[in-house]
Nanobody, 119 residues
């Protein structure tokens, strides 16, 4: 069964850090670009990172640039999103998927992990 599972979310104070994991089972992540998206209540979905299958192309929107870092460990079949200097506006459910456009109907997505940044 093809599955992606996010983990690592939680409650953190402003300025804190979290590392999210996106673990794959049933298939190999090596061949896929992986996108991290987030959705906050009342807001549209936002892409927060994309890493190509060969790690050559990595993108971040201005809202997280310099604070978020995406990486992959193919041996563990896992992609990570390191989030530093977190702000309350980073509060959202974070999802990973085998798609960086968010529009691929055949992409696999995880169930999401909640990140809450609050004092």
């Amino acid at each position: 069964q093809v599955q992606l599972v996010e983990s690592g979310g939680g409650l953190v104070q402003p300025g804190g850090s979290l590392r999210l994991s996106c673990a794959a089972s049933g298939f190999t992540l090596d061949y896929y670009a992986i996108g991290w998206f987030r959705r906050a209540p009342g807001k549209e979905r936002e892409k927060v990172s994309c890493i190509s299958s060969d790690n050559v192309t990595i993108m971040y929107p201005d809202s997280v640039k310099g604070r978020f870092t995406v990486s992959r460990d193919n041996a563990k079949n896992t992609v990570y999103l390191q989030m530093n200097s977190l702000k309350p506006e980073d509060t959202a459910i974070y999802y990973c998927g085998t798609d960086c456009t968010g529009e691929d109907p055949f992409a696999s997505w995880g169930q999401g992990t909640q990140v809450t940044v609050s004092s």
